[in-house]
């Protein structure tokens, strides 16, 4: 048999270019949307640092608050397009297009412009912020790039129409990255007098870990089995919904870095643990063998 007849017996998931490229006006208004905060918070960014330098916690807040808002439709556009039965080829290029400013250029300006900023007395850090800002845009750009291919319709795994779609991602999302980058900016603005100068040096590490993260095998959850109509009991629901509210109350300043730190570790954590099953397996089956 030729590949040529291989290639012919994949079903593929558009007809043709134009079907492919149809844009569907509520997902791809939520992209755009997307696109719009991530562009108002490059703006805020640039007003705080070189407008408004006397007081720029105000530009840096809306800068956050825009990045949050671009998670917020991130997250809807795909789910909306599922549901309504409406994905296309062109809405996911778009949706990357739009992420790669929302989720990577917006944090690397506030990485180089608050978080690793040479004001707080180590000049070395105007070098180094261009460097690691670099390195995240970067990241980002690949892991966007990366979940394109592995999603993409030429590949005939994903080209069956039965196909259901994996519940983790592939290394650490974009948004989730990016959402990251933006609570540690809220945490320096509302704590700028109190943070110790040891965290100084440790942001630039933790900054070169999200980023090495986003481009890593290891996978997080997805949460795209979730649903609307996910049924679950009532009294679980209200002790969720109460334990929330409670936390956002008093971890009010804080509250989006640590649900954004504990999606982060808790991908990790579950990765290692998976790690050292799997090795205490291995060591079992050899012991074995041997015996």
């Not at 670099?134 to 030429?154: D, E, G, H, K, Q």
């Not at 994996?166 to 509302?190: E, H, N, R, Y």
Request: proline letters at 5%.
């Amino acid at each position: 048999m030729h590949p040529s007849d291989d290639q012919e017996t994949i079903p593929h998931k558009y007809k043709d270019a134009a079907e492919a490229s149809r844009i569907y006006l509520l997902p791809n208004a939520l992209t755009a949307g997307n696109l719009f905060f991530g562009f108002w918070s490059i703006i805020s960014c640039i007003d705080a640092k070189y407008v408004h330098t006397a007081s720029p916690n105000n530009g840096y807040m809306w800068a956050v608050f825009c990045i949050l808002l671009s998670c917020i439709c991130d997250a809807l556009d795909g789910r909306v397009a599922r549901i309504g039965g409406r994905e296309s080829l062109f809405g996911a290029e778009f949706d990357s297009l739009a992420d790669v400013v929302s989720f990577g250029l917006a944090p690397t300006l506030m990485v180089v412009f608050l978080i690793m900023d040479p004001a707080k007395g180590f000049p070395i850090f105007t070098q180094l912020s261009y460097v690691i800002g670099f390195i995240y845009l970067l990241c980002a750009a690949v892991r966007l790039a990366r979940f394109n291919v592995i999603t993409s319709p030429l590949l005939p795994s994903n080209q069956t129409a039965g196909g259901v779609p994996s519940k983790d991602f592939v290394g650490l999302p974009v948004p989730a990255a990016a959402g990251m980058v933006a609570s540690l900016v809220l945490v320096i603005i509302t704590y700028e007098n109190d943070l110790p100068k040891l965290i100084t040096f440790a942001l630039p590490v933790f900054l070169l870990l999200i980023a090495f993260l986003m481009v890593s095998r290891i996978p997080y959850p997805s949460f795209k089995k979730f649903a609307w109509t996910t049924k679950g009991e009532i009294g679980t629901f209200i002790l969720i919904f109460v334990g929330l509210i409670v936390c956002a109350f008093i971890f009010k300043k804080v509250i989006f870095s640590i649900i954004f730190m504990a999606y982060i570790f808790f991908g990790l954590f579950r990765f290692f643990v998976k790690q050292f099953r799997a090795y205490k397996i291995r060591m079992r089956k050899r012991n074995n063998h041997d015996n």
